[in-house]
């Protein structure tokens, strides 16, 4: 009768392993936090390109833009305006009005820059007007 005999792994063998695991996360992590970012951007912009063509459909149906007091809720709750109200047809969204993805609100005013009807813009990543990078207003913005 032969008797085999099992060995495990020897302390320094496993943190060989885990210094190799810890070098490969180091190299991949950064490139993939990277994506996360830039899929941040493309979903901010093509939330705001949604946003505009629902402004646009509710301009058609009533004849003008939400007032900055009505904001983006007109895109979703009838106006008190009663001259105004038979000719909304909504809701212009089928769910609610996104946050941006940073979850802030998207920004919306009267008028837009360069003879734009309207702003409609997120503050980017840090929540505040202006910045640079995924801090940088993306969007329709407003006069500077």
Request: no cysteine.
């Given at each position: 009768m032969l008797l085999t005999q099992h060995q495990g792994f020897t302390l320094l063998e496993m943190l060989v392993v885990l210094v190799i695991i810890?070098?490969?996360?180091?190299l991949v992590?950064?490139?993939?936090?990277?994506n996360v970012d830039k899929a941040k951007l493309q979903t901010a912009?093509?939330?705001?390109k949604q946003l505009k063509g629902a402004l646009q459909?509710?301009?058609?149906?009533?004849?003008?833009l939400p007032t900055p007091e009505e904001g983006l809720a007109l895109l979703r709750i009838?106006?008190?305006d009663e001259n105004v109200k038979p000719l909304?047809?909504?809701?212009?969204?089928?769910e609610t009005i996104p946050l941006d993805p940073w979850n802030?609100?998207?920004q919306y005013s009267v008028p837009g820059s360069d003879g734009d009807p309207f702003a409609?813009?997120?503050?980017?990543?840090d929540g505040q007007p202006g910045g640079v990078d995924d801090n940088a207003d993306i969007g329709y913005l407003p006069p500077r």
């Open positions: 810890g070098l490969l996360a180091g992590g950064p490139r993939i936090f990277g912009n093509i939330q705001v459909t509710l301009r058609l149906d009533i004849g003008r009838p106006p008190n909304w047809k909504g809701p212009y969204l089928e802030h609100p998207y409609l813009y997120s503050f980017g990543a």
